[in-house]
């Protein structure tokens, strides 16, 4: 049989073209009716492994022979479906160099996943910390500067961008790289503001018809006053910028709610974030943290977790970034994952599309599971901090393929896989932490906790100088453990919390005590 030259027909390019002919009859081939079974007058009917033929019948066998001029519109429709194919397929073996943005446990957690991937040959984290080095290397970037990180892409010139702390989006990193065609994972600035401004959030929400606590607006002590009237105790003041988890206080009297909102309305404490505030419906129930992964149209929600944002156990004492997580399958059911998804992600995804802010990367839910039904109380616009570490030891599947399919446009189920182990993150902090700590406390036992099966130590504020680490911040180590049941990963991250050292250094001892009580409930 001739072909025209440099075309390659395979078994398989015949069977499919005689599928369409068979779908489209005459429209597909009208020059060859002889071709179409159907329509012959005895019935008889031939085709890609048929015996059957009309003996009077002169038209040779299509799987011997084509006639390439009148099947070349077929061919290019093929053809490009199988370029885009044999593209994706060789971008799953291609290797890649990745940039991680940010310095924190969530960060590590990210560099420790990704450094998984077969495919990634040379994995950076800017700045990093002492843990992270370990597991990438580290590069000095200002996180607060636009051109630094800018510079700092040109230079190492990655193949992919991963965001982790939310300061970098809110200053348009994203949108940056994105104008100069490199590819990164986050939301652009636009989208970015359902976490940046509580008072954006709120309002959205309203928009979209999201379930949410009531609210109001205040700039002014005078507004504080008046909006008061409006609310029972506890209170809910809120910083509406960013303030690193510490924009939260729950007033249990109006007198303290007001000297709370004046305080943040100063720029005493916090700066520019307190500027606007907003007063918030107190909300009872449990807390969930429920992640999803957009491509802008697209959701997949990841496994749910519970942070512990008090700094004292029994949710005693300021708040703080995270002082523990845990997740479990138990948390969410799939019927409630459902509901989650079609009433509060979805409805988010889509309504920042129509307003013009395509949203891109992860959608962090914070829900207060009410009587009322599940009420969102803050979005985050990145993985969340403790609850990446947790979310990260249950993943089996390859974080960097996910990754691609959102910057992509074809996130699905198939990005994740994950383990039914549950997972356990207990926060080590430096004393004093949430408020003034002291740097520089030499750490000891992070090897023995770490040779402990089914733990590993993610490191948040560590520097590593002459072989030894030392403590850099207020949170200095999540000790996360994966385990046969709760009971079991909640003892060994115990047991390797007990290994470590340090001047100062506090913890929560009852991370997921929830859930270790629902199962006792047999809930």
């Not at 002169?58 to 390439?68: A, G, T």
């Not at 593209?87 to 073996?93: E, F, I, P």
């Not at 007063?279 to 990841?302: A, K």
Request: glycine share 10%; aromatic share 8%.
């Amino acid at each position: 049989m001739a072909h025209s030259p440099g075309v390659v027909i395979t078994s398989e390019a015949r069977n499919l073209l005689w599928l369409t002919l068979e779908l489209f009859g005459e429209t597909a081939y009208p020059s060859r009716p002889e071709l179409y079974p159907n329509k012959r007058k005895n019935g008889a009917r031939w085709g890609p492994g048929s015996a059957v033929r009309d003996d009077n019948s002169k038209s040779p066998d299509i799987r011997d022979e084509f006639d390439i001029g009148c099947t070349a519109t077929l061919l290019f429709s093929f053809a490009s479906q199988i370029v885009l194919s044999n593209a994706r397929v060789a971008a799953k073996h291609c290797q890649m160099k990745v940039l991680v943005l940010g310095s924190g446990g969530r960060e590590h957690a990210i560099v420790w996943k990704l450094r998984q991937s077969p495919r990634v040959t040379k994995l950076y984290c800017a700045p990093g910390n002492g843990g992270i080095a370990a597991d990438a290397e580290c590069v000095a970037v200002d996180l607060k500067s636009l051109d630094s990180l800018v510079q700092l892409a040109s230079r190492l010139s990655p193949d992919v961008t991963v965001v982790g702390p939310e300061l970098p989006l809110t200053l348009g990193v994203v949108d940056e790289f994105q104008r100069r065609g490199w590819p990164v994972f986050g939301p652009t600035r636009a989208a970015a503001q359902l976490e940046s401004s509580k008072s954006f959030a709120k309002e959205f929400m309203q928009r979209h018809r999201i379930p949410t606590a009531k609210y109001s607006v205040c700039v002014n002590q005078e507004e504080v006053l008046e909006a008061l009237k409006l609310f029972h105790t506890p209170v809910v003041v809120k910083a509406d910028g960013l303030a690193a988890g510490k924009g939260v206080v729950i007033a249990q009297t109006k007198d303290d709610a007001q000297r709370t909102a004046e305080d943040m309305l100063s720029g005493k404490t916090l700066g520019e974030a307190g500027l606007r505030v907003v007063l918030e419906e107190y909300l009872e129930g449990e807390e969930l943290s429920f992640l999803v992964m957009s491509d802008g149209e697209r959701v997949v929600p990841l496994v749910a977790a519970q942070d512990h944002k008090r700094v004292f156990d029994n949710d005693q004492g300021p708040n703080t970034g995270g002082m523990g997580a845990y997740s479990t399958d138990q948390m969410v059911d799939a019927q409630m994952r459902d509901w989650l998804v079609t009433h509060i992600a979805r409805p988010v995804i889509a309504g920042m599309r129509a307003e013009g802010a395509e949203y891109k990367g992860i959608l962090y839910c914070g829900i207060m599971m009410t009587a009322r039904g599940p009420m969102v109380l803050e979005f985050n616009c990145r993985f969340g901090d403790p609850e990446t570490q947790p979310i990260i030891m249950r993943m089996e599947s390859d974080l960097l393929e996910a990754i691609e399919a959102s910057i992509e446009g074809r996130v699905s189920e198939g990005n994740f896989r994950w383990t039914h182990d549950p997972a356990v993150c207990v926060v080590m902090a430096s004393g004093g932490y949430p408020g003034g700590f002291e740097a520089g406390k030499l750490i000891s036992g992070i090897d023995e906790a770490e040779r402990i099966y089914g733990v590993k130590v993610f490191h948040a504020g560590t520097i590593r100088r002459d072989g030894a680490y030392y403590t850099s911040g207020g949170r200095v180590l999540g000790v996360t453990a994966r385990g046969k049941d709760l009971p079991d990963a909640v003892e060994r991250a115990y047991d390797a919390v007990m290994k470590v050292r340090f001047d100062g250094m506090h913890y929560r001892k009852d991370i997921a005590a929830r859930g270790l009580k629902h199962l006792r409930a047999g809930k």
